[in-house]
Nanobody, 116 residues
Framework: QVQLVEAGGGLVQPGGSLRLSCAAS????????MGWYRQAPGGKQRELVS????????NYADFVNGRFTISRDNAKKMVYLQLNSLKPEDTAVYYC?????????WGQGTQVTVSS
């Protein structure tokens, strides 16, 4: 099993930036494909933001449009999501995910609010 703890959320103005981090513990981090998901307020479904495989291949949702960058540091058991050019519609709780075969693990989430 793996435990995930997100950090780095907060309130930022439109056009601003944040760097989210996810600290993993409890298992061999390097075997997991990692991802960031988000859930916007108002009962919307959780949606994929970005993933990075254990081999370092990255994938982004269309709405990212070059604004976000995912990265991982296997030695530190960390995954990061750099958020740039934030928009009000990026407001959501951002969740870290670890996936391996049929197992999925989630963090508790970190709130990102984009507002002037």
């Amino acid at each position: 099993q793996v435990q995930l703890v997100e950090a780095g959320g907060g309130l930022v103005q439109p056009g601003g930036s944040l760097r989210l981090s996810c600290a993993a513990s409890g298992s061999i981090f390097s075997i997991y494909d990692m991802g960031w998901y988000r859930q916007a307020p108002g009962g919307k479904q959780r949606e994929l933001v970005s993933t990075i495989t254990r081999g370092g291949t990255t994938n982004y949702a269309d709405f990212v449009n070059g604004r976000f960058t995912i990265s991982r540091d296997n030695a530190k058991k960390m995954v990061y999501l750099q958020l740039n050019s934030l928009k009000p519609e990026d407001t959501a709780v951002y969740y870290c995910n670890a996936h391996h075969t049929m197992s999925d693990y989630w963090g508790q989430g970190t709130q990102v609010t984009v507002s002037s």
